[in-house]
């Protein structure tokens, strides 16, 4: 990756929330980005040939979350991202906290599937991330988390 622009990770986990990642894609295109996501092949039928591989995971699951946090560890300090972004899931939100920790900015985007409530992650990237946004106006609530329109 070329030095003289900002390096982004972004990270999802696979379903719905790489779905919305990938729509976000495009808007990504002037740095040099790295995905992350729990199903390579789902990132091989969207087109991502640089994406790694995080372990699924669960908070409720705490040696799988461990695992994965690990993971999501090795993968920021090996890459130092000047820019963490997650659209969901436990591995997504993991990748944000260890992007955190180096400094990097941060973005959480919540999966438009939680319309009446923010996810469990997004409610604990609001602790974490730089930025944290929804995608239905009905759940902002002044600066954090803030609603900017849907990405679907």
Known sequence: MARDRTTILAAASAGSYWDELMLLAPTLGLSDVLYATTDLDAAQR???MNA???PDCSFSRPFSAIRCAAAAARL??????GVVISTGGAPGLLCLVAGRMIGARTLWIDSMVFSTQMSRCGKLALTVAHECW???EHLA??????YFGSVV
């Open 52 to 54: 790694a591989k995080l």
């Open 134 to 136: 929804v995608q239905w």
């Open 46 to 48: 969207s087109g991502v």
């Open 141 to 146: 609530q002044g600066d954090r988390p803030r």
């Open 76 to 81: 920021v300090l090996k890459h130092r991202p």
